[in-house]
């Protein structure tokens, strides 16, 4: 009875406890803005429930909660899906790499972790190397015949980078992931716009829509995750049962 009691209470916590009002408001504004693409261009369930899974993980993710995988692993299975029908092969690939790194996130954040940093140098050597990476990447996607593969490269290859800081929980995957979600944006705005135009006949709009939805909402809870995660706000499973 008593373990039954806990494991109720660690949901409760992760879920619900230490939330500032801004927070809240905006989780909230990030939801609804899915439900209003959803809306806008109903031919994709799928991408609106890829959509809310990953506004939910990044969320809890910026708190440095461990629930955050679960949500993840939702968001990445829809989303891969929604790659696939759109052609967009490095983001497909990227997405089954992100449901594998879910179970290792799991596991990997324990509850009295606290965030990380490199020091300044060997910052900018991780930044060249993503460079190099995102230039290699584009060069073998564009070989496989991808969609926009420049900024296709971006997800591909600098979201692995970020998501390996991310699980690791050092603090600059967050600036990594800024620049990630601005390419996405561009990446499914431009796919959106041929789909309205009938330029292309790969995808749907409302899945490539949801996507746009999707980048936005985490371009923002990125740059809100560095001020948290570099005041130390994230450490210790973010307050939870505080």
């Known amino acids: 009875m008593e373990n039954g009691l806990t494991h109720r209470n660690w949901w409760y916590q992760q879920l619900f406890t230490n939330w500032k009002r801004f927070e ?49 692993f939702i968001q990445c299975v829809a989303m891969a899906y929604v790659a696939w029908i759109s052609h967009a092969y490095g983001s497909f690939a990227m997405d089954l790499i992100y449901v594998i790194s879910q179970p290792i996130g799991w596991y990997l954040w324990g509850r009295d972790e606290v965030t990380r940093a490199f020091t300044r140098q060997t910052r900018r050597w991780l930044f060249i190397g993503a460079f190099i990476a995102w230039l290699v990447g584009w060069g073998i996607l564009s070989q496989l015949g991808g969609q926009l593969p420049y900024f296709d490269a971006i997800n591909f290859v600098v979201s692995l980078i970020a998501q390996v800081l991310y699980i690791l929980k050092f603090r600059e995957n967050w600036s990594l992931w800024i620049v990630v979600n601005i390419a996405n944006v561009v990446y499914w705005g431009a796919l959106t716009g041929q789909t309205l135009l009938g330029m292309t006949a790969v995808g749907t709009l409302g899945a490539n829509l949801s996507q746009v939805a999707l980048q936005g909402a985490l371009l923002f809870n990125a740059v809100y995750a560095t001020k948290v995660w570099a005041s130390g706000a994230a450490d210790h499973e973010g307050g939870a049962g505080q």
């Open 24 to 72: 809240l408001v905006y989780v909230v504004l990030l939801i609804l803005l899915q439900l209003v693409v959803y809306l806008i261009a109903p031919d994709s369930l799928i991408g609106m429930v890829s959509g809310i899974g990953g506004v939910l993980c990044l969320v809890y993710g910026m708190k440095g909660r461990k629930i955050s995988f679960i949500f993840g």
